[in-house]
């Protein structure tokens, strides 16, 4: 079977081509920091990455992460559920809305929810009179991240969805499935890929999330400080070997994400075949 | 053509259940996550007399940072969709070693913490790093030049175009290839009539969102920007530089514009998407 | 289902990270704890201060404490604090950073005259790092003005060191010409055009002067400069510390509320107290922070070249109208820069 792009010559361009501007866009910042962060031998590396002040950066970022997962899963297929399968005013706003986030610079984000829930904010200082606090604590540092990555999913979802369309679906409906089996035994095979992917992107933009947890976390060490604030006051303290450090680890976090979903897919595939 | 009517399978009226459940749970998101927190950057301009909102936007360093950040913005999106196009073409149809692993680095730059792409980029691009040096001859200077702004971009958002062309071309049947090359077209001219149009929508969603995405970038840009007025000066510095003096409704007021004209585009990506797929379904149907 | 099974197993390997998260994060067994926000340049300083004020206050009032810390852009730091950070007390680089908060009614109005020598228990002044042997030959703030000389210093807008650089380069020329004020105009345009790289940051200008090669001088604190070349290697560049120049103050404050919330009032005043006391100046002084204590003063003499020191005050007036007629929108450094 002959399928486009399939002669040999073609073919090696091409890979060749995307092989050569990975490495040189991608591949080799990734080396640089693992350079950097290996620069002073692998004891120094240990000894950086093991201190106490790291590992609560580590632990932080992950509680947040495993946090935002769930939450921007739900949100995800509801939303692309909604705009791909039903026709309703407004449908294209409300695609829209949801890319606020891509469109809102993240120092913005995390500043719009500071004014908003800070001391001065108008709900902040009814939270303030209560003892509640919610910004520079790690509440605050989730609903920014929750806000940044909530479009990964959905944006995923709703081209493939549209593409597919709801043919098989509707058949379903017809044979008498019930909503909720109708999802998990129609849907859910055909767009698994495509939400393992949105919840990679989410896992990945929730761990490496700067900008506007900067502004609500406080960067109280052992407490509120997550690991990219971490790198970065790493760096600032001209200790340049122990920011490497953690940000490869971070780097490693989503190569391990990666590695992860590359496993489940081999073992799907080995599965059906 | 099978694929064209999948794609056009918009369902006329609600014969699925699961409308008012997702609908109440994108609702109640969209309102509490989205925008109620907007309504502090509104509350923060109602302050502004109109006259004063101009004044603060057209500020001729400020217009300046606009050129700059657009220009480089497109340029950045421009390089992406190419690069993107390509990487989810080989990735999708070809098998070859090391394929997972590439695979794998496109969604690094979202797992970057920006300041440390930043960093990184710097580093490498200046003029005594490793591509620094490789580039001196033939002249281009990267590292705090325009040029480094749209590297700097360009990496930040390079997952957008792969991700969402990807799965679009996984999705797609291998009867659509060999319906083209059946009718006797070259790979060249059957890529250009029929996987393109089919890859367009999210060609041009993926590119629109790297777009504006780059508008707003901040963290991976300000290390290699060189930072000078009115040449490479980006309006997220603006803002940046406003927020430092404590001038909220300065800051809000140059962020409301990103906010805006980013939210304008991405309505036109989504109505053009629109469109185009009615445009499929009104040409087949 | 294997995707069931296989994303239930994903969900598990996340769980259990989480609670391997909490397990990691220390638990604190001292009975009180105040926050210190600080400057980001400060971390090591800190974690060399804390330990022993922990321990002399342990030995003062025999009760066990601890000190969170907080660091990051000192502006940024106050705005937290304004917006709902419960620090106890502030250690900043930046006068306006302190005043801010005075404004919001966060600090004492008075805060200046809570503890000795202006609330500025230690000080520094702005000076030049250059490279190995000088030799552009520079030696002080006229010769930065010259048309052979690449400059890098942080953005003055962005960043409280740049600031100092600026104030310093302008009382500078309003010395050397009597106050004419075309005349400092055409230094301060000369000099600022100068400038290679505007990084937002100290840190920033740092990495482009030493790590990219940008530049003949490093403008930043002298405190910086010396840290920098500790840092860099001695043999590859040089401190000058100019004979006339700016005096750097990094003035401290309790937060009064936020202590007295936290039932901190005494402790956080204690702990600005201990960083006036010799031990406390002896760690500064080591840090290449210029100290009060006469009996510091005199161990450190070498380290550090008399100067003449010029206040903000002095020559601008107050801090608050030298931040709105050099730094503001449309003031006088966008002026100097526009083309």
């Known amino acids: 079977m002959h399928r486009i792009g399939d002669a040999p010559k073609v073919r090696r361009a091409l890979v060749s081509a995307a092989v050569i501007l990975?490495?040189?866009?991608?591949?080799?910042?990734?080396?640089?920091?693992?350079?950097?962060?290996?620069?002073?031998?692998?004891?120094?590396?240990?000894?950086?990455?093991?201190?106490?002040?790291?590992?609560?950066?580590?632990?932080?970022?992950?509680?947040?992460?495993?946090?935002?997962?769930?939450?921007?899963?739900?949100?995800?297929?509801?939303?692309?559920?909604?705009?791909?399968?039903?026709?309703?005013?407004?449908?294209?706003?409300?695609?829209?809305?949801?890319?606020?986030?891509?469109?809102?610079?993240p120092v913005v984000a995390g500043l719009v929810y500071l004014l908003l829930y800070g001391r001065n904010g108008w709900i902040g200082g009814w939270l303030d009179t209560h003892d509640i606090q919610l910004m520079f604590a790690w509440p605050g540092i989730l609903m920014v991240t929750i806000f940044v990555t909530c479009p990964f999913v959905a944006r995923e979802l709703?081209?493939?969805?549209?593409?597919?369309?709801?043919?098989?679906?509707?058949?379903?409906?017809?044979?008498?499935?019930?909503?909720?089996?109708?999802?998990?035994?129609?849907?859910?095979p055909n767009i698994r890929w495509a939400l393992l992917y949105g919840v990679i992107l989410t896992n990945a933009r929730a761990v490496g999330e700067f900008g506007a947890v900067s502004v609500v976390s406080g960067a109280i060490r052992g407490q509120t400080n997550t690991l990219p604030l971490h790198v970065e006051l790493l760096y600032q303290d001209y200790n340049t070997v122990g920011a490497f450090a953690s940000a490869s680890l971070l780097a490693l976090i989503a190569l391990l994400t990666l590695a992860t979903k590359a496993g489940l897919e081999w073992r799907a595939a080995r599965r059906e075949a | 053509m099978i694929t064209l009517a999948?794609?056009?399978?918009?369902?006329?009226?609600?014969?699925?259940?699961?409308?008012?459940?997702?609908?109440?749970?994108?609702?109640?998101?969209?309102?509490?996550?989205?925008?109620?927190?907007?309504?502090?950057?509104?509350?923060?301009?109602?302050?502004?007399?109109?006259?004063?909102?101009?004044?603060?936007?057209?500020?001729?360093?400020?217009?300046?940072?606009?050129?700059?950040?657009?220009?480089?913005?497109?340029?950045?999106?421009?390089?992406?969709?190419?690069?993107?196009?390509?990487?989810?073409?080989?990735?999708?149809?070809?098998?070859?070693?090391?394929?997972?692993?590439?695979?794998?680095?496109?969604?690094?730059?979202?797992a970057l913490p920006t300041a440390v792409a930043g960093i990184t980029l710097a580093t490498l691009y200046s003029s005594n790093g490793w591509m620094g040096q490789l580039l001196a001859p033939t002249g281009l200077q990267v590292a705090y030049t325009w040029v480094g702004i749209a590297l700097a971009m360009a990496f930040t958002s390079i997952p957008f175009v792969v991700r969402t062309v990807q799965p679009i071309?996984?999705?797609?049947?291998?009867?659509?290839?060999?319906?083209?090359?059946?009718?006797?077209?070259?790979?060249?001219?059957?890529?250009?009539?029929?996987?393109?149009?089919?890859?367009?929508?999210?060609?041009?969603?993926?590119?629109?969102?790297?777009?504006?995405?780059?508008?707003?970038?901040?963290?991976?840009?300000?290390?290699?920007?060189?930072?000078?007025?009115?040449?490479?000066?980006?309006?997220?510095?603006?803002?940046?530089?406003?927020?430092?003096?404590?001038?909220?409704?300065?800051?809000?007021?140059?962020?409301?514009?990103?906010?805006?004209?980013?939210?304008?585009?991405?309505?036109?990506?989504?109505?053009?998407?629109?469109?185009?797929?009615?445009?499929?379904?009104?040409?087949?149907? | 289902m294997l995707r069931n099974a296989a994303s239930r197993r994903l969900i598990g390997t996340a769980v259990i990270a989480a609670l391997g998260a909490g397990v990691v994060t220390p638990v604190v067994a001292a009975e009180r704890e105040i926050l210190n926000s600080s400057y980001d340049i400060a971390r090591e300083l800190f974690a060399a201060i804390n330990p022993e004020f922990i321990e002399w206050w342990q030995q003062e009032h025999g009760e066990e404490v601890a000190i969170k810390q907080s660091?990051?852009?000192?502006?940024?730091?106050?705005?937290?604090?304004?917006?709902?950070?419960?620090?106890?007390?502030?250690?900043?680089?930046?006068?306006?950073?302190?005043?801010?908060?005075?404004?919001?009614?966060?600090?004492?109005?008075?805060?200046?005259?809570?503890f000795e020598n202006n609330a500025s228990p230690y000080y520094s002044t702005t000076a030049f790092l250059v490279r190995k042997g000088n030799p552009k030959g520079i030696e002080s703030w006229d010769d930065l003005a010259r048309e052979d000389i690449e400059l890098v210093f942080p953005n003055p807008k962005t960043s409280g060191n740049g600031r100092y650089t600026y104030l310093a380069a302008w009382s500078f020329a309003d010395n050397a010409f009597d106050g004419d004020e075309e005349k400092i105009k055409n230094f301060m345009r000369t000099f600022l055009r100068n400038v290679v790289v505007f990084d937002t940051g100290g840190r920033g200008a740092t990495t482009s002067f030493i790590e990219r090669g940008m530049g003949d001088v490093l403008i930043s604190f002298e405190s910086e400069v010396n840290n920098i070349r500790g840092e860099y290697g001695s043999e590859d560049y040089e401190v000058v510390v100019p004979p006339v120049s700016i005096l750097a103050e990094f003035p401290v404050a309790v937060v009064e509320p936020n202590a007295e919330r936290n039932g901190n009032a005494d402790l956080a005043r204690g702990y600005l107290d201990y960083l006036y006391t010799e031990e406390a100046q002896r760690l500064l002084a080591g840090f290449n922070y210029r100290v009060h204590d006469e009996t510091v003063v005199e161990e450190f003499s070498d380290e550090f070249p008399e100067t003449e020191l010029l206040r903000v005050e002095d020559y601008f007036g107050s801090w608050n109208e030298a931040m709105e007629t050099h730094f503001g929108g449309g003031g006088m450094l966008d002026q100097l820069q526009r083309r």
């Open chain 3, 71 to 114: 660091h990051g852009g000192s502006s940024a730091q106050a705005r937290a604090i304004i917006q709902g950070l419960r620090a106890d007390v502030v250690t900043y680089n930046q006068v306006t950073d302190v005043q801010a908060l005075a404004d919001e009614g966060l600090v004492a109005e008075d805060w200046q005259n809570q």
């Open chain 1, 22 to 105: 990975s490495a040189l866009f991608l591949l080799l910042p990734l080396v640089a920091i693992f350079a950097q962060a290996f620069s002073a031998g692998a004891d120094v590396f240990w000894r950086n990455i093991t201190q106490p002040d790291t590992l609560s950066a580590i632990g932080l970022t992950l509680f947040i992460t495993v946090l935002t997962i769930p939450v921007n899963l739900v949100f995800g297929v509801a939303l692309a559920w909604l705009v791909t399968r039903f026709r309703f005013p407004g449908r294209r706003l409300l695609q829209t809305l949801i890319d606020i986030p891509f469109a809102v610079s």
């Open chain 2, 6 to 110: 999948q794609m056009t399978g918009s369902t006329p009226k609600r014969v699925l259940p699961g409308f008012g459940l997702s609908l109440g749970i994108s609702l109640t998101f969209v309102s509490l996550v989205l925008l109620l927190p907007m309504t502090s950057l509104v509350g923060q301009l109602s302050g502004l007399s109109l006259a004063e909102y101009w004044a603060i936007i057209t500020e001729g360093r400020v217009v300046a940072s606009y050129v700059v950040t657009v220009g480089a913005a497109a340029v950045a999106a421009l390089v992406n969709a190419a690069f993107g196009l390509l990487m989810a073409w080989v990735l999708v149809r070809y098998e070859f070693p090391g394929k997972r692993l590439l695979d794998a680095l496109m969604d690094l730059p979202f």
């Open chain 1, 158 to 188: 709703i081209p493939l969805m549209q593409a597919q369309g709801s043919r098989d679906e509707e058949a379903a409906v017809t044979l008498g499935a019930s909503g909720w089996t109708l999802f998990r035994r129609v849907t859910l």
């Open chain 2, 169 to 285: 071309l996984e999705d797609m049947p291998v009867q659509v290839d060999e319906a083209a090359l059946t009718l006797g077209a070259s790979d060249g001219t059957a890529f250009r009539r029929v996987i393109l149009p089919h890859l367009w929508p999210a060609l041009v969603t993926g590119t629109g969102l790297a777009f504006v995405r780059s508008l707003g970038e901040f963290g991976a840009i300000i290390f290699i920007a060189g930072n000078t007025p009115y040449e490479t000066e980006i309006t997220s510095l603006m803002i940046f530089v406003k927020l430092q003096e404590y001038d909220y409704v300065g800051a809000s007021a140059i962020a409301s514009v990103v906010l805006a004209t980013s939210l304008v585009l991405l309505l036109a990506i989504n109505l053009w998407q629109g469109r185009f797929i009615k445009r499929l379904h009104g040409g087949k149907g």
